[in-house]
């Protein structure tokens, strides 16, 4: 597609359900990155992958939290028995190069809004 | 892990006024980003630099890699300008896997 597009652009789930959050990268782009910005916030990167290996899931709040890129192109982020401090934005962006190939920059997805109540 | 800091935190100046957002993080990098979101929320992506400076129209990008760290000028600001400011480094983490930090954000406001 012509842009990183994330869907659904707003969730609103009660607590302890599951969510799953899709990003649809730029197609060819080989770096996904997940990261979530609270209200008032900086960004806070989360994990991400190049192809469908996933490199870094530091950022992983906690094992509530999984993502996945099984076929290289779109990503799932999901957040199990969901509380209601996970309620951010939810944003990923995508980039053509591996990360060590610093030539290239990201391209962002409008992001989904999470709340939980 | 990469401590990135961004000075200041807020920044209201006039229109016209040379803009200077600073970056300094704590560890060496692959490529630092410099990212500029509207109120509405959406994140554009403005430079990426490895070294020196990159300029693009009223916005000029520096860094410094001895020093660890990055400059985000604006030059005859103007209202549409105001936006949060963000810093994003991308470094060695081990391992095979590269980190990715933000700074908290500078949040520029250029009155008329």
């Known amino acids: 597609g012509a842009g990183v597009s994330q869907s659904p652009r707003y969730k609103v789930t009660k607590r302890g359900q599951d969510v799953a959050l899709r990003c649809d990268p730029i197609s060819g782009h080989v770096s996904l990155y997940w990261y979530r910005q609270a209200l008032g916030q900086g960004p806070e990167f989360l994990t991400y992958f190049n192809y469908e290996a996933q490199q870094d899931k530091s950022g992983l709040p906690n094992d509530r939290f999984s993502a996945e890129r099984p076929e290289g192109s779109i990503s799932t982020l999901t957040i199990q028995r969901t509380e209601q401090r996970d309620s951010a934005m939810y944003r990923c962006?995508?980039?053509?190069?591996?990360?060590?190939?610093?030539?290239?920059?990201?391209?962002f997805g409008s992001g989904t809004r999470l709340t939980v109540v | 892990k990469n401590e990135v800091e961004q000075s200041p935190q807020n920044l209201t100046a006039q229109e016209g006024e040379f803009i200077t957002i600073n970056c300094s993080y704590s560890?060496?990098?692959?490529?630092l980003h410099w990212l500029q979101q509207h109120p509405g929320g959406g994140i554009v992506s403005l430079f990426m630099?490895?070294?020196g400076k990159k300029k693009h129209g009223r916005l000029i990008a520096t860094i410094n890699i001895q020093e660890k760290h990055s400059s985000l000028h604006i030059t005859a600001s103007h209202p549409r300008d105001s936006a949060v400011y963000i810093c994003?480094?991308?470094?060695?983490?081990?391992?095979?896997?590269?980190?990715?930090?933000f700074g908290k954000g500078t949040h520029l406001i250029i009155q008329p």
């Open positions: 560890v060496g990098i692959s490529a």
């Open positions: 994003a480094v991308r470094w060695y983490s081990g391992g095979g896997a590269d980190g990715l930090t």
């Open positions: 962006a995508s980039s053509l190069a591996m990360v060590r190939q610093a030539n290239y920059g990201y391209t």
């Open positions: 630099l490895s070294s």
